[in-house]
Every structure is written in structure tokens, then in C-alpha cells.
């Protein structure tokens, strides 16, 4: 089996933000609930949304 070296890169040394901010969750988390209904899809939005829902910080 080949096998390739690890990837390896720089980073800028700047301030790093995250991929999301909290409120951009909470709003992805309301916009997955609005979607949520029976079908299929819907389920896995409203899943989705649960789990991620979770995961946030109450404040």
C-alpha cells in the first residue's frame, strides 16, 4: 500500500475566528426547527437541530 506524507501548511499567526459564532448557531439551530415537519428531511432537520441545540451554552 502507498502511502503519503502528512499535510502540512502555515497558519496565519492573526487572530482566528471561529466557523461559526454563537448567535450564527442559534440562528442556524431556529432555521433547522422551522424546517423540521414529518417527512423525511424534516426529521433530519429537526434531529439536526436538537443535537446542535444541545451542544450550545444556555445564557
Known amino acids: 500500500m502507498?502511502?503519503?506524507p502528512p499535510v502540512t501548511g502555515t497558519y496565519p499567526k492573526g487572530l482566528r475566528l471561529p466557523l461559526l459564532t454563537l448567535d450564527e448557531a442559534r440562528e442556524m439551530v431556529r432555521?433547522?426547527?422551522h424546517f423540521a415537519d414529518e417527512s423525511?428531511?424534516?426529521r433530519a432537520a429537526g434531529d439536526?437541530?436538537?443535537d446542535l441545540g444541545r451542544r450550545l451554552p444556555a445564557d
Open 31 to 33: 432555521l433547522l426547527l
Open 40 to 42: 423525511m428531511e424534516g
Open 48 to 50: 439536526l437541530a436538537t
Open 2 to 4: 502507498d502511502s503519503y
